[in-house]
C-alpha cells in the first residue's frame, strides 16, 4: 500500500502533490492519505475528494494529532478512516472576507449558505450522520474527540 502524506495546510501547492501521486497508483489497488493538518482552502479540500472519489483507488485515511476545517471532508472521504486516540477534530461554518456592494454581499452570503448545505451533504454521504447534525455542529468551532469521531461516523475505528 502506497502512502502520502498531508502535514500542514490544505492548499493549491498540497492539491498539486496529491494529484501528481495518484497519477502514479495506476496499478494499486490500495492507498493511504496520513493527514494532520489545521485546514485551509475549502476549494482544495474538495477537489482533493473529487479525485479521491474519481479514482478506482480504495482509500484508508489516518488522522493524527489535529483534524480541523477542510482536513475533516478530506479524511473523512477515505472509506477506511482510522483517527488516533490523541487528536481532535473540529469542524466549523466556512468564513470569507468579501467586500463590495451590499448586492454583491448578499449574492456571496447565498452562495456560501449553498456551499455549507454542499458540505454537510457530503459529510452526512461519508458518515451517515444527517447533514441536519452537521449543520448544527457547524455553526461554531466544535472539536471532537477520538470517541466523538468514532460515534458521529468522522472515524470508522480508533489507533
Same mark, same amino acid.
Given at each position: 500500500?502506497?502512502?502520502?502524506? &498531508? ?7 498540497? +492539491? ?12 494499486? *489497488?490500495?492507498?493511504? +492519505? ?22 478506482? +483507488? ?27 486516540? *490523541? ?43 444527517? *447533514? ?17 469521531? +468514532?460515534?458521529?461516523? &468522522? ?5
Amino acid at each position: 500500500m502506497n502512502h502520502f502524506t &498531508i502535514v500542514g495546510p490544505i492548499d493549491e501547492v498540497m +492539491l498539486k502533490k496529491f494529484y501528481k501521486f495518484v497519477k502514479k497508483q495506476e496499478h494499486e *489497488a490500495d492507498v493511504c +492519505l496520513s493527514i494532520s493538518s489545521g485546514g485551509g482552502d475549502s476549494d482544495v479540500a474538495l477537489a482533493i475528494v473529487g479525485i479521491m472519489k474519481t479514482t478506482n +483507488l480504495n482509500w484508508t485515511t489516518q488522522a493524527f494529532g489535529y483534524l480541523y476545517s477542510a482536513a475533516s471532508l478530506i479524511f473523512c472521504a477515505g472509506k477506511v478512516r482510522r483517527f488516533s486516540k *490523541a487528536g481532535f477534530a473540529m469542524i466549523h461554518e466556512g468564513s470569507d472576507k468579501i467586500t463590495g456592494d451590499a448586492s454583491t454581499i448578499k449574492r456571496h452570503a447565498k452562495h456560501m449558505e449553498r456551499y455549507e448545505e454542499h458540505w454537510n451533504k457530503l459529510m452526512e454521504e461519508f458518515t451517515g450522520t444527517p *447533514a441536519s447534525v452537521w449543520a448544527k455542529h457547524s455553526e461554531r468551532d466544535t472539536y471532537f474527540n477520538a470517541d466523538e469521531c +468514532l460515534k458521529l461516523g &468522522i472515524a470508522t475505528e480508533i489507533i
